[in-house]
Nanobody
Framework: VQLQASGGGLVQAGDSLRLSCAAS????????MGWFRQAPGREREFVAT????????VYADSVKGRFTISRDNAKNTVYLQMNSLKPEDTAVYYC???????????????WGQGTLVTVSS
């Protein structure tokens, strides 16, 4: 599976952004998809995950209520809608795929290349 993330940029606090991750290669539908992020000088951290059917989603406490993960299996794409952005959301955001995804990065089988989100105060 090849993953291509896009949609990052520079925004102000309180603004919204939508990240997209297009998948190609092996069957996208059967993979759990997720988003992680890595801020400068920090370890990569879990943001959100969504099951293959979209029936189950899990969010990090830091983004719960502000971010929404979704997927369109017909388009082989997963999205991350980010609202009410804060400066502490500044990071490189990575999409991820695997048979299951948890907060543990070792559960990820495939990584996208990352897209930078910068939130100014």
């Amino acid at each position: 599976v090849q993953l291509q993330a896009s949609g990052g940029g520079l925004v102000q606090a309180g603004d919204s952004l939508r990240l997209s991750c297009a998948a190609s290669g092996r069957t996208f539908t059967y993979y759990v998809m997720g988003w992680f992020r890595q801020a400068p000088g920090r370890e990569r951290e879990f943001v959100a995950t969504i099951s293959w059917s979209s029936a189950y989603t899990v969010y990090a406490d830091s983004v719960k209520g502000r971010f929404t993960i979704s997927r369109d299996n017909a388009k082989n794409t997963v999205y991350l809608q980010m609202n009410s952005l804060k400066p502490e959301d500044t990071a490189v955001y990575y999409c991820a795929a695997g048979p299951t995804i948890t907060v543990d990065t070792t559960t990820v089988h495939y990584w996208g290349q990352g897209t930078l989100v910068t939130v100014s105060s």
